[in-house]
């Protein structure tokens, strides 16, 4: 599930944060995340799953989670999650989003599965990042 070595508060806080992630993926609206958004070509993600013969959950669970709070994305205080279209890593900003994932876990689970629909092939700007996170909390945030 990790990839490097991670930090144990860091490590708690993102595993319970994808606890809930997989459990918002369980529930009627959440999945439709994925008809909402399309990868670079214009299909929708949901096609992109069906390709890799992969239920939501299933991408999810495939998904390993990186400590990147020493990258340059990270450099930016309004960034607490980051990876590429396609990528099978998520990078998250370490005890900043160890603290969100306390305070919020609702948002932080919301933020995974936000950078698991890039990890499906969806880019940003356009959309942009807020908007990804505010459909995504709409359909599985509660």
Known sequence: MFVGRVDPFFKAAVTKAFALALERLGEESCPRIFSD????????????LEELHRTASGQLTSIRFGDG????P???LGVLAFTHPGATTIYLCGQRFATLAK???????ALILHEELHSLGLGENPPESREITTSVMRRCGR
Do not use: I
């Open 37 to 48: 958004f399309s990868d670079a070509s214009g299909r929708p993600l949901t096609e992109n």
């Open 69 to 72: 709070a020493h990258e340059k």
């Open 74 to 76: 990270c450099g930016d």
């Open 103 to 109: 305070m919020n876990p609702a948002l932080a689970a």
